[in-house]
């Protein structure tokens, strides 16, 4: 692939590093141009073009082509500027369908939660089955990164991905549909196209639907033909992946499903049942999801990677019979807590910390649904940890599920999950596991 104009990488983070090493590869002479919104750039040769600056370098055709990254909205007017202009506006998984797509099997999934679990499954599976299968998208690995060194490649994809995804897969798969992100994409409508677009296609390649989609009125509209759909388990099959969930370290009903659904997936791109089973036994629960430490005899969950209520549900569901104080709210994206206050009393929930902004509302709620759970407001995580210090004769677990992201007082749900787990060794004592 070659570019017959200077490029400009609109965002500075793992996805723009690869497009930028991929052009130095494929198009060394190529100038390249990074505008982010905010912090370091931190891309070697590039020319920084500041946003204030962005329409003047359009009118001055400064650049052919902007690659965006998956966090800047696609929906920012300046893109709709830059494609009046003649200039594309792509993504570096747009970029990989150009150069790969003819050469790579591509099995894709997508959905609001359960994706990157499903997605990690699918390859564990697959390459048990002695499938050569890769694995990248929005689980770690970028698109441009995997590159063609499989025949096969199994690409975890995000609602900013899949929007304006131009390639299609070979299988692709939803696990469910519910809202969030709806300050990138503007409003629930367009994150449910958005999402969607992932199968909502003329072409008739096999899709599998998870427990959370597959009675869903939009995604079956957007499935189109129900003889799309990727061939059920049979019971024995079913029973065999039912008993090899119940001895891993999948932990949770959602993650039964989960595995469920990658198994129809690896069938159907090739795997074996001997290598779903052995893919299920591999599997190790990716960091900040369900992450278990026990600290100072404590068990703490880690679930940061948690920002809707039906993640939340999900991770409460997760630890019957046990006492739970639970800290949960974030950044605010319109969601609704009132369901999730009804089920706290009776997943256990003895302890409600609730952070700001969203907190307010499921405080509000909680309140209202269930006045014999301890309802406590905090600041910020912190103080959160230390007002559950006060009181661990109340609980036997602490679950950061906060069913909301985290951009309003942490940078990633990463950040938010490290400093969960370092509060309590602060707090709790000394980390045991």
């Known amino acids: ?99 790969y797509r003819s050469k790579v099997k591509v099995v894709a999934i997508s959905g609001t939660k359960g994706k990157s679990t499903t997605a990690t499954l699918t390859w564990l599976m697959l390459t048990n089955s ?22 096969t490649v199994v690409f975890e994809l995000s609602s900013y991905q899949t929007a304006d995804m131009a390639f299609t897969p070979d299988i692709a798969a939803i696990t469910n549909l519910s809202p969030e992100h709806t300050d990138w994409h503007r409003d629930v409508e367009h994150y449910y196209a958005d999402k969607l677009n992932l199968i909502d296609r003329d072409k008739d390649f ?3 639907l998870g427990v959370g989609a597959k009675d869903n009125k939009l995604v079956l509209e957007a499935l189109r033909n129900p003889a799309r759909l990727v061939p059920a388990l049979d019971r024995e099959s079913d029973q065999a992946i039912v008993d090899a969930v119940s001895i891993s370290r999948l932990k949770g009903a959602h993650n039964l499903d989960n595995a469920r659904l990658a198994a129809q997936i690896a069938l159907a791109a090739g795997g074996t049942l001997e290598g779903v089973l052995k893919g299920i036994a591999e599997f190790k629960p990716l960091p900040h999801r369900l992450e278990e430490h026990i600290v100072g005899g404590m068990l703490f969950v880690n679930d940061s ?7 939340t549900k999900a991770a409460l569901a ?35 910390v609730c952070l700001p902004v969203t907190g307010d509302r499921l405080a509000t709620a909680t309140y209202a649904a269930a006045p014999q759970i301890e309802v406590l407001e905090a600041e910020n995580l912190e103080t959160a940890m230390q007002a559950l210090s006060h009181r661990r004769n109340r609980f036997d677990a602490v679950i950061l599920s906060p069913g909301a992201p985290s951009y309003n007082q942490f940078k990633n749900f990463e950040e ?18």
């Open 206 to 208: 096999p899709v599998a």
């Open 416 to 433: 938010r999950g490290n400093t969960f787990i370092a509060l309590a060794e602060k707090l709790f004592g000394e980390k045991v596991a």
């Open 305 to 311: 990677i948690s920002t809707t209520p039906e993640a």
């Open 130 to 151: 002695g499938v050569d299968a890769g694995l990248g998208g929005n689980v770690g690995v970028a698109p441009l990164d995997v590159a063609d060194k499989y025949k």
């Open 318 to 352: 997760a630890f019957p019979s046990m006492r739970i104080a639970l800290i949960a709210g974030g950044h605010e994206r319109n969601q609704d807590y009132t369901e999730l206050a009804t089920l706290l009393a009776p997943r256990g929930v003895t302890v409600l």
């Open 1 to 99: 692939m070659h570019f017959d104009a200077p490029v400009l990488l609109y965002g500075a983070g793992r996805e723009a590093r690869s497009t930028r090493d991929f052009i130095r590869t494929h198009s060394p002479g190529t100038k390249v141009y990074v505008t982010v919104d905010s912090g370091d750039v931190g891309i070697e040769d590039v020319e920084i073009i500041a946003p204030s600056d962005l329409q003047d370098a359009i009118a001055a055709r400064r650049f052919g082509t902007i690659v965006k990254s998956p966090g800047v909205s696609r929906y920012r007017p300046i893109f709709a500027i830059a494609r009046e202009a003649g200039i594309a506006v792509t993504s570096n998984l747009n970029l990989w369908g150009e150069e």
